[in-house]
């Protein structure tokens, strides 16, 4: 089965026609009929319904045109990949992670220089729940989440960022780097849903401590919690650096400050898999050093 020979095939499922498809990827189009009816010997099944001036997906079509598009691709990235390696270039893969994470960790990762090594084409956004999911399903390459990918993907635990209480830079903890959070509850939070790990990470420690906060809002963005701040609304508790001039301050517990773990997860049969370890220990080295901004951590 030849990699031409499958964009032959996709392109003909595009078109519904062989000779609009022979055009396209500039074969004539017998040559075109014949190894369309190879594939499908070779496959034992046939891919079309035949009709005069067209051709059109059956059933068995349908379900091998995903997979021939999927073997297209990976060829693709092996390709660009190795292309890359040669003329001394890094690797460069797609992401899939929280949009919070995607903020406060991948987009300055890419921002700080991360250009020398393996890095970063784009990022895709999930649910922390779902990361992992989406990356099995997608054309991701990397994911990265709260929790630990389940097998068969290889992971990798890359440390624990904090949940920061954020103010404005008048408020009375304005000058301060760390606050208890028995202080914390004095105050109205601004918090972010319970989709949001870091929120279900607050919500136990206040339980646990036998807490009760004076007021709480929820928001489903973290820039509009950062906002809410800003406008002297609460004090909000997000992962993201902060935005609008807000003071950071780390949360004291007894069991220490607050945190979320992150892991990252990956295809262990991945075609870049050394390039990916590399990756990995990019941005574990890149979560280390954010973390070590914050006093106490």
């Given at each position: 089965?030849?990699?031409?020979?499958l964009?032959?095939f996709?392109?003909?499922?595009?078109?519904?026609?062989?000779?609009?498809?022979?055009?396209?990827?500039?074969?004539?189009?017998?040559?075109?009929?014949?190894?369309?009816?190879?594939?499908?010997?070779?496959?034992?099944?046939?891919?079309?319904?035949?009709?005069?001036?067209?051709?059109?997906?059956?059933?068995?079509?349908?379900?091998?045109?995903?997979?021939?598009?999927?073997?297209?691709?990976?060829a693709?990235?092996?390709?660009?990949?190795?292309?890359?390696?040669?003329?001394?270039?890094?690797?460069?893969?797609?992401?899939v992670?929280?949009?919070?994470?995607v903020?406060?960790?991948?987009?300055?990762?890419?921002?700080?220089?991360?250009?020398?090594?393996?890095?970063?084409?784009?990022?895709?956004?999930?649910?922390?729940?779902?990361?992992?999911?989406?990356?099995?399903?997608?054309?991701?390459?990397?994911?990265?989440?709260?929790i630990?990918?389940p097998?068969?993907?290889?992971?990798?635990?890359?440390?624990?960022?904090?949940?920061?209480?954020q103010?404005?830079?008048?408020?009375?903890?304005?000058?301060?780097?760390?606050?208890?959070?028995?202080?914390?509850?004095?105050?109205?939070?601004i918090?972010?849903?319970r989709s949001?790990?870091?929120?279900?990470?607050?919500?136990?420690?206040?339980?646990?401590?036998?807490?009760?906060?004076?007021?709480v809002?929820?928001?489903g963005?973290?820039?509009?919690?950062?906002a809410?701040?800003?406008?002297?609304?609460?004090?909000?508790?997000?992962?993201?650096?902060?935005?609008?001039?807000?003071?950071?301050?780390?949360?004291?517990?007894?069991?220490?400050?607050?945190?979320?773990?992150?892991?990252?997860?990956?295809?262990?049969?991945?075609?870049?898999?050394?390039?990916?370890?590399?990756?990995?220990?990019?941005?574990?080295?890149?979560?280390?050093?954010?973390?070590?901004?914050?006093?106490?951590?």
């Amino acid at each position: 089965m030849e990699l031409r020979v499958l964009r032959y095939f996709l392109a003909v499922a595009e078109a519904d026609s062989v000779t609009a498809a022979a055009r396209k990827v500039h074969v004539a189009q017998p040559s075109l009929s014949r190894q369309l009816s190879a594939l499908e010997k070779d496959l034992g099944v046939s891919l079309f319904t035949r009709r005069p001036g067209s051709l059109t997906l059956n059933a068995a079509g349908r379900r091998f045109r995903p997979i021939a598009q999927d073997l297209v691709r990976r060829a693709e990235q092996a390709a660009e990949t190795m292309a890359a390696a040669g003329q001394g270039e890094g690797a460069a893969f797609t992401v899939v992670a929280s949009p919070s994470t995607v903020a406060y960790l991948l987009a300055p990762f890419m921002a700080g220089g991360a250009m020398a090594g393996p890095t970063l084409r784009d990022a895709l956004q999930e649910e922390p729940s779902k990361v992992f999911d989406t990356l099995m399903r997608s054309d991701a390459d990397l994911g990265i989440s709260t929790i630990p990918a389940p097998a068969p993907l290889e992971s990798a635990f890359l440390g624990r960022t904090p949940v920061i209480a954020q103010v404005p830079a008048g408020h009375p903890w304005g000058e301060r780097t760390t606050i208890t959070l028995a202080e914390l509850v004095t105050e109205p939070l601004i918090l972010m849903n319970r989709s949001n790990v870091a929120r279900l990470v607050v919500d136990e420690a206040i339980s646990r401590a036998g807490l009760t906060p004076a007021g709480v809002s929820e928001t489903g963005s973290s820039a509009f919690a950062q906002a809410l701040a800003a406008a002297g609304r609460g004090v909000c508790l997000v992962t993201d650096d902060a935005r609008f001039g807000l003071t950071e301050l780390v949360v004291r517990t007894a069991d220490g400050p607050l945190t979320v773990p992150l892991y990252a997860g990956w295809d262990a049969s991945h075609y870049a898999r050394t390039a990916l370890h590399a990756l990995v220990h990019g941005l574990r080295d890149h979560c280390d050093a954010r973390r070590r901004r914050f006093p106490g951590l």
